[in-house]
């Protein structure tokens, strides 16, 4: 199925529907949610992902797991995606939380095969067979670092999101201490407590998040890594390693 709604096929008894969409460079995907968890998976371009209580970066042949009835919107970035949307009773992951997904050669053939198959299709045929397959290696797939919490405390969290609009790898927490009129101890306290990361972590993952969609958009990695405080690209490319265990070029933005 290819550039349709879910609500039209949703309610067919299929334990995973998968279809494929083409999306312009740029279109937002306002707030919504649904039924089914969804496996959003982008075969080109980056998908800028939100909820209230995070943000998530999927890289170019990445996806992202959305629990079933999580509101969320998306941001595409030159994306054509494949979706897998499962219901409730068969989802192969656990949790309430979204999680970008590296995806196996096998799980990406997996998922281009899927698009093409009826909705109704035969559960007891190869197609069944293959959407049962979809889902086992769907549960296996390795959780990527591209993910920053947001804290429920507004002040705090507004902060945060001012950061994600203009990040700064120079940053200090006695800054942020003095705009929340605190001690930059019970900052450091109460941002570990909202967030579950200390406040460097939580800063070098959010310049990383950022850079990769600003790549994606073909900004020059120099202009990037200069703009958000580093002294050259080349620091920027071993911070970049150090959170995601690759340099930008294995994301294809080199």
């Given amino acids: 199925m290819r550039n349709i709604s879910i609500d039209t096929v949703d309610a067919i008894d299929r334990p995973v529907l998968a279809i494929g969409t083409d999306y312009p460079p740029g279109h937002l995907l306002h707030t919504h949610s649904h039924r089914r968890a969804q496996f959003l998976y982008g075969a080109t371009g980056v998908m800028e992902v939100g909820s209230d209580d995070g943000a998530w970066v999927v890289p170019p042949q990445r996806g992202v797991w959305i629990p079933a009835g999580k509101p969320h919107r998306v941001r595409m970035l030159g994306v054509s995606t494949r979706s897998l949307y499962i219901e409730p009773r068969a989802v192969p992951r656990q949790g309430d939380q979204c999680q970008v997904l590296n995806v196996s050669p096998l799980l990406r053939q997996l998922l281009m095969e899927a698009v093409d198959l009826p909705p109704e299709y035969d559960r007891q045929s190869r197609d069944g067979v293959l959407m049962r397959l979809v889902l086992h290696e769907l549960s296996r797939a390795e959780v990527l670092p591209l993910h920053v919490p947001l ?78 405080g580093y002294d050259s690209p080349g620091a920027f490319s071993t911070m970049f390693r150090k959170t995601l265990g690759r340099p930008p070029s294995h994301f294809g933005m080199l």
């Fill in 151 to 228: 804290p429920r405390d507004a002040a705090l969290a507004m902060l945060c999101v001012d950061f994600l609009r203009q990040p700064d790898v120079h940053a200090a927490p006695a800054a942020w201490a003095a705009r929340l009129n605190v001690s930059e101890r019970t900052f450091n306290r109460r941002f570990g407590l909202e967030t579950g990361m200390s406040f460097g972590k939580w800063r070098q993952r959010a310049c990383v998040l950022v850079a990769l969609s600003r790549l994606a958009a073909g900004e020059p990695v120099t202009a990037v890594a200069l703009d958000m």
